[in-house]
Structure formats: structure tokens, C-alpha cells
């Protein structure tokens, strides 16, 4: 069973760099030959997909995160990691890590837990 978990802090102050990292188990991020995704829920709103990376260490982005979104893996850890710079109270939300559906088209067949994240002074 592949699993997915989620770390980082839990508040950040608005400007600041969101990071978070994704723990991958029973599974490799290289050998899987699939994507590793970032997605977020704002309270009250639906699942935004954020980025991505693929089992060959290329970086996606959602059009309208690109400018402030970093995605990056660390094989020897078989972790993947999100930064998100400049962040504001609009950026409170459910950060989940998930994996691509093998063969599928924005479809994810194992998700992590979800991590709390709120931007506030």
C-alpha cells in the first residue's frame, strides 16, 4: 500500500515562504514511472491542483501559481517538497501530496492525510 505523508508548519506569517515536504512509502518517486502532485483546498472552496513533478525530476506548475511555486524532490529521502513564496491569508488551506493515477489525466490514486496550513500574523 503506498503512502503518502505530509509535513511542515502549520502557521506561517503572510510574505513568508511556505514549505512543505511530502514522505513517500512502498513505493519509489523515480521507478514509478508516474507524477507526484501538490493540491490544496481553501476552506469553503474546492481541490486547486498546484504542481507537480515527474518521476524524471520535471517540475509542472498551475498557470496561476507558477510565479511563486517551487517543486523539488529528494530521491536518496524518496521526498518531494513544495515552496510557496509570498504568501498571504488567501493561501490558508488543506495542502494534500498525492500521486498521478497511472494513466490517467488529473487523476490521483493515493493522496496523503492533508496538512493544515494558515497564513496569519
Known amino acids: 500500500q503506498v503512502q503518502l505523508q505530509e509535513s511542515g508548519p502549520g502557521l506561517v506569517n503572510p510574505s513568508q515562504t511556505l514549505s512543505l515536504t511530502c514522505t513517500v512509502s512502498?513505493?519509489?518517486?523515480?521507478?514509478?514511472?508516474?507524477?507526484w502532485n501538490w493540491i490544496r483546498q481553501p476552506p469553503g472552496k474546492g481541490l486547486e491542483w498546484m504542481g507537480g513533478i515527474d518521476y524524471d525530476g520535471v517540475a509542472y506548475y498551475s498557470p496561476s501559481l507558477k510565479s511563486r511555486t517551487s517543486i523539488s524532490w529528494d530521491t536518496s529521502k524518496n521526498q518531494f517538497s513544495l515552496q510557496l513564496i509570498s504568501v498571504t491569508p488567501e493561501d490558508t488551506a488543506v495542502y494534500y501530496c498525492?500521486?498521478?493515477?497511472?494513466?490517467?489525466?488529473?487523476?490521483?490514486?493515493?493522496w496523503g492525510q492533508g496538512t493544515q496550513v494558515t497564513v496569519s500574523a
Open positions: 512502498s513505493d519509489s518517486i523515480i521507478t514509478s514511472y508516474v507524477g
Open positions: 498525492a500521486r498521478d493515477l497511472p494513466g490517467g489525466f488529473y487523476e490521483y490514486d493515493y
